[in-house]
């Protein structure tokens, strides 16, 4: 019965194809106004549907009234319309098929026409790897497992599924409906090891199964590397015949691919979601930032994680005007993603929410767009210690990036401006910083620890973190390794005691500052050991803390876990600008023709916890005070309000004050 249903979708879907004219040249070139390309585009709209093969009203209530209306509301610069989901059907009548049966009207078609006599680029969401209809219809190109059996979901980089049918599909979309681009997903983050039959006879040599067999590290690299052929072929094919259509793999060269961008994609995103999103935003969006290539992240629009077991539950306008800002004051794109009804229509009330947010990127544009940063704080990102010891080919990584969240939370907590600072790029911009903080990474290899040692001989200041770390930075510290690394319950002192259990190597700091201790129990009496030290290195100072204090605070963010990061950094790093505010004020320094800009973001009751899924109010903090030292800022102005601020001098020291920071607010002023 099966065979009988697909071969009868088939001809229904061939015969639609077949009745379905090609767009009149006017809709396939549409004259004016000039649509932006993705590097000049700012603030963008995602819808994705996913079609399959029991959908029966596709595209029925798109109109061109209500794409219209969508349009001017939110007035985004592009738009990602589904075209190929998961499921692996397409959702236009399509000659190479197999499209999805019950397309009623082709969405595309209207939404191509709305969008072009608007000047909005028009991308479609297409589905890479992951193509289950793919795999159904032809096995043999499937994905093998280490149990030989056929993957049901992930197409085999390996075979000839990217030249039989994903670029045919593409082109013929891109030609079809004048597209600019392509979002594709289902791609890094849905690859795995394939044990087919090509890519065991070019390994070579025995195909490991787990990490404790021979091979495995050159096994999942023999794997990433026909990943990025099996992106260069699809990208240049499209180039070779569409020079316009510009191409995104999802996450491909954020930190779920951390690696220097070298394959000719056009543009870099990524859809973050779950809770505490804030919390992957900044770390996505300043490892985003260090990229050299356009970027935007993908906020979902909806709520779909934790104990929540009911679906969607759709986000307020304000809680993703806080999401956006982390994304914008690190000069990134920022788009939204919903999901419409079946058949095309979306809820005024979504309407509603995206002009909103819409119009509050808007107003923080000017100073937001185009920026570069202000180095103060970097956080080292470990690829290696990823490609090393997660035993995947790439992320999402889960806990196992969590000591760099952890550490770029806590410093953001102290009011600092902090950078991630990729490993394969560190050398080229370590200088460029005054302090630096290795988080408690597992392996971030000899090449990391030589470019930080030099760094910290040349005059930098480095705070480096994690058991396993304390071993290549002990005999430049004159520490003494003691015992091995091992689980211990430890706490440290603070307002109140900090926990901080988990993995320690224990020292013996000889003649250097111990500069903070830890406790096995809670009783500070006696039985301290060093949780910190410190030691003059050439020309600056390094800080150990043989501990896991990054993947600790990534699980707790407890307040004195805080204090102790920030009573380690504060005596070795001075601010170009000391801001006054809660904990909870994010503070981001960008430069932008001649003028420092200083973006204060309220993350005050952001969302954490998927029982409490989302926020409808934000409460405003303040006063806030930036202080300048003995540097007096000219011309000194507030975004989004646009009204001038005066400096005032107090005690010596040049101040700016902002009695109430609601969401968002950006300093901008001559310094």
Same mark, same amino acid.
Request: with cysteine; charged share 25%.
């Given at each position: 019965m099966a065979m009988q249903h697909r071969a009868l979708t088939r001809r229904r879907f061939a015969a639609a194809a077949a009745a379905v004219p090609a767009l009149p040249l006017a809709a396939q070139a549409p004259a004016a106004p000039r649509r932006l390309k993705r590097s000049e585009s700012y603030f963008g709209l995602h819808f994705d549907l996913h079609p399959n093969e029991r959908d029966t009203v596709l595209g029925r209530d798109v109109?061109?009234?209500?794409?219209?209306?969508?349009?001017?509301?939110?007035?985004?610069?592009?738009?990602?319309?589904?075209?190929?989901?998961?499921?692996?059907?397409?959702?236009?009548?399509?000659?190479?098929?197999?499209?999805?049966?019950?397309?009623?009207?082709?969405?595309?078609?209207?939404?191509?026409?709305?969008?072009?006599?608007?000047?909005?680029?028009?991308?479609?969401?297409?589905?890479?790897?992951?193509?289950?209809?793919?795999?159904?219809?032809?096995?043999?190109?499937?994905?093998?497992?280490?149990?030989?059996?056929?993957?049901?979901?992930?197409?085999?980089?390996?075979?000839p599924y990217v030249d039989r049918l994903m670029i045919p599909q593409l082109r013929e979309a891109a030609a079809k409906y004048n597209l600019d681009g392509a979002w594709v997903d289902g791609e890094c983050w849905a690859t795995s090891p394939d044990y087919c039959e090509e890519a065991l006879r070019r390994f070579g040599k025995p195909a490991p199964k787990s990490a404790k067999d021979p091979y495995w590290l050159e096994w999942l690299e023999f794997n990433r590397e026909q990943f990025r052929r099996h992106v260069r072929r699809y990208v240049e094919e499209l180039h070779r015949t569409n020079p316009q259509f510009q191409i995104a793999s999802n996450w491909l060269y954020s930190t779920m691919v951390p690696e220097e961008p070298t394959l000719p994609v056009d543009f870099l995103s990524g859809d973050y979601l779950g809770n505490a999103s804030i919390s992957t935003a900044r770390l996505e969006?300043?490892?985003?930032?260090?990229?050299?290539?356009?970027?935007?992240?993908?906020?979902?629009?909806?709520?779909?994680a934790g104990s929540n077991t009911v679906g969607h539950v759709h986000k307020p306008a304000v809680q993703l005007k806080q999401e956006a800002g982390v994304v914008l004051a690190q000069s990134g794109g920022f788009q939204i993603y919903y999901v419409?009804?079946?058949?095309?229509?979306?809820?005024?009330?979504?309407?509603?929410?995206?002009?909103?947010?819409?119009?509050?990127?808007?107003?923080?544009?000017?100073?937001?767009?185009?920026?570069?940063?202000?180095?103060?704080v970097g956080v080292v990102f470990s690829k290696e210690t990823l490609y090393r010891t997660a035993n995947k080919l790439f992320g999402g990584w889960g806990k196992a990036s969590d000591a760099a969240r952890?550490?770029?939370?806590?410093?953001?907590?102290?009011?600092?401006?902090?950078?991630?600072?990729?490993?394969?790029?560190?050398?080229?911009?370590?200088?460029?910083?005054?302090?630096?903080?290795?988080?408690?990474?597992?392996?971030?290899?000899?090449?990391?620890?030589?470019? &930080?040692?030099?760094?910290?001989?040349?005059?930098?200041?480095?705070?480096?973190?994690?058991?396993?770390?304390?071993?290549?930075?002990?005999?430049?510290?004159?520490?003494?390794?003691?015992?091995?690394?091992?689980e211990q319950q430890c706490y440290v002192r603070g307002?109140?005691?900090?926990?901080?259990?988990?993995?320690?190597?224990?020292?013996?700091?000889?003649?250097?500052?111990? &500069?903070?201790?830890?406790?096995?129990?809670?009783?500070?009496?006696?039985?301290?050991q060093p949780a910190a030290v410190g030691a003059v290195v050439g020309k600056g100072e390094m800080v150990l803390v043989p501990g896991p204090i990054g993947v600790v605070y990534a699980a707790t963010h407890a307040a004195a876990v805080r204090d102790f990061g920030c009573a380690l950094v504060a005596p070795r790093f001075q601010p170009l600008v000391r801001v006054s505010a809660p904990r909870t004020v994010e503070v981001v320094l960008r430069r932008k023709k001649g003028r420092l800009l200083v973006h204060l973001l309220n993350a005050t009751g952001m969302q954490v916890a998927g029982d409490f899924a989302t926020v409808d109010f934000v409460p405003a903090v303040g006063p806030v005070r930036l202080n300048f030292g003995k540097s007096k800022p000219g011309a000194v102005h507030l975004a989004p309000e646009g009204r001038a601020l005066e400096a005032q001098l107090t005690q010596g020291e040049w101040t700016v004050e902002i009695p109430l920071l609601e969401v968002h607010a950006v300093v901008s002023m001559v310094i």
């Open positions: 109109t061109p009234r209500m794409v219209g209306a969508l349009l001017d509301a939110a007035k985004p610069d592009f738009v990602q319309y589904d075209s190929k989901g998961h499921p692996g059907w397409l959702g236009w009548p399509s000659q190479v098929g197999p499209s999805a049966p019950g397309i009623v009207k082709d969405s595309l078609e209207v939404w191509r026409q709305e969008t072009a006599r608007r000047g909005v680029a028009l991308y479609i969401h297409f589905s890479g790897v992951w193509d289950s209809e793919a795999v159904q219809r032809h096995p043999e190109w499937a994905r093998v497992p280490p149990d030989g059996k056929k993957e049901e979901r992930q197409t085999s980089t390996f075979g969006a300043r490892y985003l930032g260090q990229t050299g290539k356009p970027w935007d992240l993908m906020a979902w629009g909806f709520q779909q419409p009804t079946r058949a095309g229509y979306f809820e005024e009330s979504h309407v509603r929410t995206m002009a909103e947010v819409g119009r509050y990127c808007r107003g923080v544009q000017e100073v937001s767009q185009a920026t570069e940063t202000v180095p103060q952890g550490w770029l939370d806590l410093l953001l907590a102290c009011q600092w401006s902090v950078d991630v600072l990729p490993d394969w790029k560190l050398e080229r911009i370590a200088s460029q910083y005054p302090l630096i903080v290795l988080p408690d990474w597992a392996e971030p290899g000899a090449a990391v620890a030589r470019i &930080l040692s030099d760094y910290v001989r040349g005059g930098g200041k480095l705070v480096a973190a994690g058991a396993k770390n304390a071993a290549l930075f002990a005999a430049a510290m004159g520490v003494t390794l003691k015992g091995e690394i091992s307002e109140v005691m900090g926990n901080v259990k988990g993995l320690w190597q224990d020292i013996e700091p000889g003649a250097e500052k111990v &500069l903070a201790e830890r406790y096995p129990v809670l009783d500070t009496r006696s039985g301290g």
